[in-house]
């Protein structure tokens, strides 16, 4: 059975008016709109349908998987539902579930674009690349018109690591459904990653549209979004966006508009207030007033004192600024730390280094979730770099670790110096002012590499795979302090740490 919508009198406007306010950032609102409407509908199938779309595209992988079991069980012919089901069950990383219950559906409904499809977006969820490239190339011989088989084997491509040929197949996607902005999006990555800087980051604003659940909702800001032309009457407000990490990263171009626009207020997350007003004391810093809805950033903006001219999004700055030209956008660093603070966290590490360097240390992140997984290195692999130098390392981790601590050390007979009395989670300055105390930092992709290279330490940022970060001349395009360490082929954890374990001698060569 396939459920349409043509048989349901006046639902396509009810679920219409869900979608605009999923979008809107109410999706909770979006949800109980098509909980009533299923409670007065002599089948409810169709709006719990609805209810699993939403809560997908939001990331509330458990109830959309609640939703989509609720439709089988009333339709378990349902093709859609049965589809939408196996996709959460990947999106979960029970990929082994979800190609199961792809099995099932083409054995019995041979021939579905849709099904096939996402059988292959299982094999790339569950690893299996060669075997999901393979399986888009004989789809493109089959659908041809699909623009979603050249846009999900781009992003395959992209994960091997081969962007140029990812540039292409997004490029025949876009052709086929010019205004998908995921599209857009994707092919952002990799030209970024290719080091085409000005095509990336136009596609890059891919990234704001509304009918992505990734883009932001600003409420009550009435002023127009900055096109970048100088000058204005009034103050320039840069709006925070996406996760901690991003937001120190996409700050390295604040100094420099600083200097074109003069007058700005900068808004970012609470935590980094006291921090961003000390290091750029020519702007106005203020905390976000934000709120999560899904995978979605409401920012409210009522309590702004002074309405701004105009608004840009942090990330946006290098696009309308024609950043960065030649080197990073920060060669040194941006953030200012305490250097009192700084140095009495140094005299501390010293005294049980005696002349050994000090390395921060940071393996892993707070976000654990499914996504973020393969970023992560197991502890076992980062034994050839604790062993492999002669140094003192010290624990930047943000989050409980003494028991990971114990296991590095068994692992590689290196002691980690533990540092659980700082509340790095919230006390950024005193995170930024531990970075400050040691000669060199080495981790994974994460908040503390970002601050650390914001303070002007250098850091070695260790990656599964090229990221689609930009590069200019081995170094982060945006925090010059980072270079990057990764594999040739994704997942070869062990080069990644070879080469990072060059990096560090390299850089601890030249401290000393």
């Not at 996409?250 to 961003?276: K, M, N, Q, T, W």
């Not at 970023?375 to 624990?395: H, N, R």
Request: with cysteine; net charge negative; proline share 7%.
């Amino acid at each position: 059975m396939s459920l349409g919508m043509e048989s349901w009198g006046d639902l396509p406007a009810e679920i219409a008016r869900a979608r605009d306010l999923a979008q809107q950032g109410d999706l909770q609102a979006a949800v109980h709109a098509l909980e009533a409407l299923a409670t007065r509908s002599p089948d409810p199938a169709q709006a719990i349908f609805e209810i699993g779309n939403l809560t997908k595209a939001a990331g509330l992988y458990d109830q959309a998987e609640a939703a989509f079991r609720k439709v089988l069980e009333t339709h378990p012919r349902s093709i859609e539902a049965a589809t939408n089901l196996a996709n959460v069950l990947a999106a979960k990383g029970q990929t082994g579930s979800a190609i199961r219950v792809l099995r099932n559906i083409q054995s019995v409904a041979p021939g579905n674009p849709h099904v096939d499809i996402s059988m292959a977006d299982a094999l790339f969820a569950d690893g299996r690349f060669d075997e999901a490239l393979a399986a888009y190339d004989r789809l493109a011989e089959l659908y041809p018109a699909q623009a979603a088989i050249p846009a999900n084997r781009g992003e395959v491509l992209a994960r091997l690591g081969r962007h140029a040929e990812a540039i292409a197949a997004l490029d025949q996607a876009a052709a086929l459904d010019p205004s998908n902005p995921r599209i857009v999006r994707n092919r952002a990555f990799s030209r970024l990653a290719e080091g085409d800087l000005a095509a990336g980051f136009a596609d890059y604003e891919a990234r704001l549209a509304p009918s992505l659940p990734t883009a932001p909702v600003r409420t009550n800001l009435k002023a127009p979004r900055w096109d970048g032309t100088l000058p204005l009457d009034g103050p320039l407000l840069v709006t925070a966006e996406q996760g901690l990490g991003d937001e120190i990263r996409f700050a390295a171009s604040l100094p420099r508009l600083i200097d074109r626009a003069g007058a700005v207020i900068v808004e970012c997350d609470p935590r980094l207030v006291d921090l961003f007003a000390a290091s750029l004391p020519r702007a106005q810093v203020i905390a976000h007033n934000r709120r999560r809805d899904g995978q979605r950033a409401v920012f409210d903006y009522a309590h702004l004192v002074e309405p701004p001219a105009a608004w840009i999004e942090a990330g946006s700055l290098p696009h309308l600024m024609h950043l960065p030209v030649g080197v990073p956008i920060a060669t040194m660093g941006y953030v200012t730390t305490s250097p009192m603070r700084a140095n009495l966290m140094r005299a501390r590490f010293k005294a049980e280094a005696a002349d050994r360097p000090l390395v921060g240390f940071c393996w892993g992140s707070g976000a654990v979730d499914h996504s973020r997984q393969r970023f992560y290195p197991p502890l076992q692999a980062w034994a050839p770099i604790l062993s492999g130098i002669d140094a003192t390392f010290v624990d930047l981790q943000y989050v409980t670790s003494d028991a990971d601590r114990a296991e590095l050390q068994e692992l590689s007979g290196a002691e980690i110096v533990g540092t659980d009395d700082l509340d790095k989670r919230n006390d950024l300055s005193a995170a930024a002012c531990l970075a400050a105390a040691v000669d060199v930092v080495i981790g994974v992709s994460s908040s503390v590499a970002s601050m650390a290279a914001a303070v002007g330490t250098p850091t070695v940022e260790v990656t599964p795979e090229r990221t689609w970060v930009p590069q200019l001349g081995g170094r982060d395009a945006w925090l010059g302090p980072i270079v990057a360490a990764y594999p040739d082929k994704p997942g070869d954890w062990n080069q990644a740490m070879r080469r990072a374990l060059a990096e560090l001698e390299d850089i601890l060569e030249v401290v000393d």
